[in-house]
């Protein structure tokens, strides 16, 4: 989840037209430790994630309802070119290897919990 | 600056609590263990009693506004005298966590004078298919007029059946996933509440442990806690927060069984010596001393992240892991330096270490942990 609400931050500052640094600072943290949040590599607390829906003027569920709640209408999926490209491989593979690729792809998001 | 010794006040209140553990919990806890079906009430009363159950709630509501060092000193010197009894403290930490963080002051108003009063609580997130996994959780949170009707099944809930309120996560809309889960406090005299008590388990004994069945219970509007989608936030937020307590349990216990073996060591002879004079018996009081130490050292550092609003995730996991597992290493060799003393039922060293095994399961397995601190590497 951590990593969605990165991503989401990701682009909604640069909505708002803002640097890392820029935006570090507004909030009063690091550029690295706002390069974490991004990244979904540090958990963000809900203080902070309030303080940075404040900033960006986002309601905090902006930030919240990730493509993991879109995950029944996934079109919007193939606007990505990374998941495009991912699905385009994974259609030449026979079943047993998409299997793979699938156990993989758990095992990452597991992972990241 | 890094802080290795407690203040002066802090030494106080540690010297204060080391003597109610040693005259009145560690007496009572002998009791309660031998007890075939102990009386769940009894412990969380004498905690109450002498004003354990509240070390967080702030002065302004009849607590005393404990830092998180503070509490964390507190937990060791009860773990010392009995984890079960400081387990009983720490669940009510939980419960009480999510509205420290994003309680209305109507919520803490109401709730937080509970454990001044001689109350626990309890936090209850665990079901029947969603342990380690939090975010699968299958206990529902239906809308309705004036509230929320709950409905679902909670595993392995501490002080459930004692609790006088419950924090509950539940998921409001399945097809939101995690941005779906929400917490709601919900009383202990709840309608459609049932609890079932789970009985003979190996360790932490002198506290109670429950099955929770909500069997449509309303909660009023008001008993949401933060705002809607963000339950997932505050239950990770509030497990990294707690892992460092139950780290501070384990050190308490180490230290327990270091203290027994030692006394041990000196006093009983072999081969015209104390066994203590004996290196392999040394060595090994000496590695049971390090990992004690480097324990609370753990704990210390990340309750003091904690205190100064740090990232705390991985330090909180480091001082858990850690510490359950040095609990459950000197607490075994404790046992080993007792010899056939340690291994009867009326020596404090057996409980310790079946006390020491549910460190390493509650609050997520090592395994957890070790994912955890990797994720944040």
């Known amino acids: ?113 | 600056m890094i802080a290795f010794e407690p203040t002066p006040v802090q030494e106080e209140i540690r010297a204060r609590v080391r003597n109610v553990a040693r005259d009145v919990i560690a007496p009572l806890a002998r009791e309660l263990d031998a007890a075939p079906a102990p009386d769940p009430r009894r412990m969380p009363e004498v905690l109450a009693a002498h004003g354990l159950t509240c070390l967080l709630v702030p002065e302004e509501f009849g607590g005393p506004g404990y830092d998180n060092v503070t509490a964390a000193l507190v937990l060791e010197e009860i773990a010392a005298a009995c984890a079960g009894a400081a387990s009983i403290v720490a669940a009510t930490m939980h419960a009480m966590a999510p509205l420290l963080i994003a309680g209305t002051n109507a919520q803490r108003a109401r709730y937080f004078p509970l454990p001044v009063r001689g109350g626990v609580a309890a936090f209850a997130l665990s079901e029947p298919r969603a342990g380690s996994d939090a975010g699968a959780l299958a206990t529902s949170a239906r809308p309705t007029e004036g509230g929320y009707i709950l409905e679902g099944q909670k595993s392995f809930v501490f002080n459930a059946g004692v609790a006088g309120f419950y924090t509950v996560f539940a998921t409001s809309d399945p097809r939101k996933g995690k941005a779906g889960i929400n917490a709601y406090l919900v009383p202990g005299d709840a309608r459609g509440l049932a609890v079932t008590e789970i009985h003979d388990k190996l360790g932490l004994r002198t506290s109670t442990t429950g099955e929770l069945l909500l069997d449509r219970v309303f909660v009023a509007a008001d008993g949401l806690i933060g705002h809607p989608g963000t339950g997932y936030l505050l239950l990770t937020q509030t497990l990294d927060w707690g892992r460092a307590f139950f780290g501070a349990i384990g050190v308490g216990l180490a230290r327990a069984a270091l203290e027994a073996a030692l006394a041990h060591a000196r006093q009983r002879e072999q081969f015209g010596r104390p066994i203590i004079k004996h290196q392999e018996v040394s060595f090994l009081l000496a590695d049971m001393a390090i990992r004690i130490d480097a324990a609370r050292l753990l704990v210390w550092r990340a309750c003091r992240l904690m205190d100064r609003e740090e990232d705390f995730t991985a330090a909180s996991s480091m001082a858990k892991l850690f510490a359950s597992e040095a609990a459950r290493y000197v607490c075994g060799n404790a046992i080993l330096i007792l010899g056939r003393e340690g291994y009867v039922r009326r020596n404090a060293v057996e409980k310790y270490y079946r006390d020491a095994k549910a460190l390493e399961i509650v609050e997520g397995t090592s395994q957890i942990q070790r994912m955890i601190i990797a994720s944040q590497l």
């Open chain 1, 1 to 113: 989840m951590y990593r969605e609400i990165g991503r989401k931050i990701q682009k909604a500052r640069e909505e708002a037209g803002l640097s890392q640094e820029e935006l570090a600072a507004r909030l009063g943290c690091t550029q690295a430790a706002l390069s974490n949040y991004e990244l979904g590599k540090r958990r963000l607390y809900l203080s902070q994630l309030e303080r940075i829906s404040q900033v960006l003027g986002k309601p905090i569920t902006y930030f919240l309802e990730t493509r993991e709640h879109e995950r029944d209408k996934p079109a919007h999926l193939l606007e990505d070119p990374l998941l495009l490209a991912i699905l385009r491989g994974a259609a030449e593979l026979s079943e047993e290897e998409r299997r793979c690729v699938l156990a993989f792809i758990e095992f990452k998001r597991g992972y990241g919990r």
